[in-house]
């Protein structure tokens, strides 16, 4: 089982200033999925799809999805406006898209959580969606499952970034899950950098943005004075691979590839 995570796409309207160049991105991250030498088993894309949740930046993304010919499935982000999405898939039929919540598969199932309530930037999680993600967890046991969701809901130490981990929408969320053995993991996005860490002791993979990446300056930040350090930096798109080994899940998190290969199979290893 491999899962290709895609995340924080932020395609835009052509009047945007970045609508080219994300779209380009998502471009250069898919065919780099391609080139790979085997076709994932699902196509995972964690919000933050649209920077302005407008229909058409929408629809060019489903029109992407669609000529994938594999299952894909998303949430969405800060940046994204359900009413949009919702309207844009109206006009596009995709025989290849998981509508619902759950994605099961012979060897893991996928749950996806909404962590979402634009304009609100940070997460959002209720008692309402808490008791859906229960109901969800629930109905792949014991199945090995892995959930999806936006927001990381613990702190990597980008000051900037980083929720509160005594937000209520934290304790819902760990609430939910705490009963779940079978979860496996988590895959999350928002951040725009990759990072690993845990939550209710769940391995947590934070997959890296296909648009402009968060630059780790740690230096100590003060919120109200700024000091014009790098947010926010071009680099390379990125992806992440979760790739079902033994039992277990690896995940490989990838940038588009630069430059010419320095060593190639060329004789036996
Ligand atoms: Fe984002």
């Not at 071009?234 to 992806?239: M, N, S, T």
Request: charged share 25%; hydrophobic share 45%.
């Amino acid at each position: 089982m491999l899962i290709a995570q895609l995340s924080d796409l932020h395609l835009a309207p052509d009047h945007d200033p970045v609508a080219g160049t994300n779209l380009a991105r998502f471009d250069e991250a898919l065919a780099a999925i391609d080139s790979l030498g085997r076709r994932p088993d699902l196509y995972l894309v964690t919000g933050d799809i649209c920077e302005h949740g407008d229909v058409g930046s929408y629809a060019r993304f489903l029109e992407r999805m669609a000529a994938l010919d594999t299952p894909w499935l998303a949430t969405l982000g800060n940046h994204d406006r359900p009413e949009a999405y919702a309207e844009a898939i109206e006009g596009l039929p995709d025989r290849n898209r998981i509508g619902g919540p759950v994605a099961r598969f012979d060897a893991l199932a996928v749950v996806l959580a909404d962590t979402s309530a634009a304009p609100q930037h940070g997460g959002w999680f209720d008692e309402e969606r808490a008791a859906r993600l229960d109901a969800a967890l629930a109905s792949c046991a014991p199945q090995p499952t892995l959930l999806a969701l936006h927001h990381p809901p613990v702190r990597i130490g980008l000051d900037w970034l980083d929720p509160d981990p005594g937000a209520d929408w934290i304790r819902h969320l760990r609430a939910a899950i705490a009963p779940h053995d079978h979860l496996l993991g988590i895959a999350c996005g928002h951040v725009h950098v990759a990072a690993t860490t845990r939550f209710e002791g769940r391995p947590v993979a934070i997959c890296p943005s296909t648009a402009a990446r968060a630059w780790p300056d740690l230096s100590p930040l003060d919120k109200e004075r700024p000091d014009g350090r790098p947010l926010i930096v071009e680099g390379r798109p990125g992806f992440a691979l979760h790739h079902l080994v033994d039992g277990k899940l690896a995940t490989m998190f990838c940038d588009t590839r630069e430059g010419a290969a320095l060593y190639r199979f060329e004789r036996p290893i």
